[in-house]
């Protein structure tokens, strides 16, 4: 049984501070990984995928992969209080489909 | 370009009813993906669709719930004699091709509320 693990939360972080998510995968052989935020009420929205060990920035976000540890992460820097949400990580793709977390509540502090 | 689109968006039904959801995905997506998602929790996979014929059913949460693909686009999703525990928003999503590294993107999901 495949497993992602994420802190619930909430995690609040006042806004222009870096916002630092984590998840944890259990399936060593995973070879693809998604950041996808959720608004209340609305559907994921992809933020970041990656691929190979190391740093992947895209404007204030960078997503982070570390294979050995089994461990992902996203940091959010000048955090806006438009970046409250839940965000979702998500493991895997193609035929076996994503395998998400529960994701983390976000809360940005004006 | 249009994204995904999935119709209801809402669905209030009976326990015991039959429920059909529909799932439109981004023109010319080949993979069609069914997703559950309950309150607090992460999407969880039902099935994949790669072209017509299901692909990875092994979500699916026993023999009420079933999934067509006619024709390589449309999908339906179909839950037989619904139980209250059916209730959860059903997200659809489609990608490119079928390789992992594909992103999957979501549609509005369907909110299906069985009382």
């Known amino acids: 049984q495949k497993e992602v693990e994420q802190n619930s939360g909430p995690l609040s972080v006042p806004e222009g501070a870096i916002a630092s998510l984590n998840c944890t995968y259990s399936?060593?052989?995973?070879?693809?990984f998604f950041w996808y935020r959720q608004y209340s009420g609305k559907s994921p929205e992809l933020i970041m995928f990656i691929y190979s060990n190391g740093d992947k920035e895209d404007g204030r976000f960078t997503a982070q992969l570390n294979k050995a540890s089994q461990y992902v992460s996203l940091l959010i820097r000048d955090s806006q209080p438009s970046d409250s949400a839940t965000y979702l990580c998500a493991v895997g793709g193609g035929a076996d489909g994503l395998t998400f977390g529960k994701g983390t509540h976000l809360i940005i502090q004006p | 370009g249009a994204g995904v689109s999935q119709t209801p968006s809402n669905k209030v039904t009976e326990k015991g009813k039959y429920v059909e959801l529909r799932c439109d995905p981004i023109?010319?997506?080949?993979?069609l993906y069914w997703y559950r998602q309950s309150l607090g929790q992460g999407p969880e996979f039902l099935i994949y669709f790669q072209g017509t014929g299901a692909a990875d059913d092994s979500g699916l949460p026993n023999d009420r719930f079933f999934a067509v693909r006619p024709e390589g686009s449309v999908s339906t999703l179909k839950i037989q004699r619904t139980e209250r525990g059916d209730s959860a928003v059903y997200l659809c999503?489609?990608?490119?091709?079928?390789?992992?590294?594909?992103?999957?993107?979501f549609g509005p999901g369907t909110r299906l509320l069985v009382l």
């Open positions: 399936d060593r052989g995973s070879q693809s």
């Open positions: 023109s010319g997506h080949t993979a």
């Open positions: 999503a489609s990608s490119l091709g079928t390789g992992r590294i594909e992103t999957q993107y």
